[in-house]
């Protein structure tokens, strides 16, 4: 099933089944437990992020290419940093370039990302998929000047403002998504591609990394896995591409679909 959330009219924030024909049914329920679809047709006012997580856990250079091009060696564990949920956005809504606390150094990142449908702790190989409620598509923004020259040695500084986490345009399902492990993803700056890779180069594959994140500790339901973005950053491009004030991002995955997001400055 693909789920979308969304706004009605009305101003309620519902949930709903994506047909075939780009109509949605109605879900009544909670997507994290009983639910169903009725055959009531959404009517969508404006689509929202898929869920409001309750955490976003990210791994860093999880791409045997993009590790090349930052001229870093292939991690021996999974590099873990994480995002407030403060930083959710939606389809469509812009990404903000901060200004209060300047950066002039703002990255796209196209990510699959993994949604925990229920309390995990300490899965393993052959369950960690069990506790997946789907999948969705990422972009990972990043104020680069924040994540390396100033963050006191901690990414998070750069990576947990405002706005830097959208997320959509649907939730994918388990029995939907296909594999998993061999899915396309892309990432358009103003219509040029700037990343244009497969989720079969992870060099820590999604079983492995809900393994490791659930050693010891409990994901609570809600929690947003980002998984780490193929090579082709602005950081790495020659000379380097960072998002400014007029420019459009687009991010796709297979079996999921896109979104775009206009970019503006923080209006301060």
């Not at 924030?13 to 075939?20: D, I, L, M, W």
């Not at 300047?102 to 069990?130: F, P, Q």
């Not at 939730?171 to 296909?178: A, C, Q, R």
Request: charged fraction near 25%; proline fraction near 6%.
């Amino acid at each position: 099933m693909k789920i979308i959330r969304y706004q009605d009219s009305s101003g309620l924030v519902r949930y709903g089944a994506q047909q075939e024909d780009g109509s949605a049914k109605v879900i009544e329920g909670c997507v994290f437990g009983e639910h169903k679809v009725t055959d009531e047709t959404a009517k969508v006012e404006k689509l929202l992020a898929p869920i409001t997580p309750s955490q976003i856990l990210c791994i860093g250079l999880n791409y045997k290419f993009h590790a090349k091009e930052c001229n870093v060696a292939e991690p021996e564990n999974p590099i873990l940093f994480t995002k407030g949920v403060n930083t959710l956005n939606n389809p469509g809504d812009p990404i903000e370039v901060p200004r209060a606390l300047r950066s002039d150094e703002v990255d796209y990142e196209v990510e699959l990302a993994v949604v925990i449908g229920k309390d995990c702790k300490n899965a393993t190989n052959e369950n960690a998929l069990d506790y997946v409620l789907g999948y969705t598509a990422a972009n990972d923004v990043s104020a680069r000047d924040w994540q390396i020259k100033w963050n006191g040695g901690q990414w998070c500084r750069g990576k947990t403002f405002d706005t830097f986490s959208p997320l959509g345009p649907c939730l994918v399902t388990g029995d939907e998504i296909g594999d998993a492990q061999n899915l396309k993803l892309s990432c358009t700056v103003n219509g040029k591609v700037m990343q244009d890779w497969n989720t079969n180069d992870m060099i820590f594959p999604i079983v492995d990394l809900i393994v490791f994140l659930s050693g010891s500790t409990t994901l609570p339901k809600g929690t947003v896995i980002l998984t780490g973005t193929p090579h082709g950053v602005g950081l790495a491009q020659d000379p380097p591409l960072f998002l400014k004030e007029g420019d459009e991002v687009k991010v796709e995955i297979e079996n999921i679909g896109s979104f775009s997001n206009p970019v503006v400055d923080e209006k301060v």
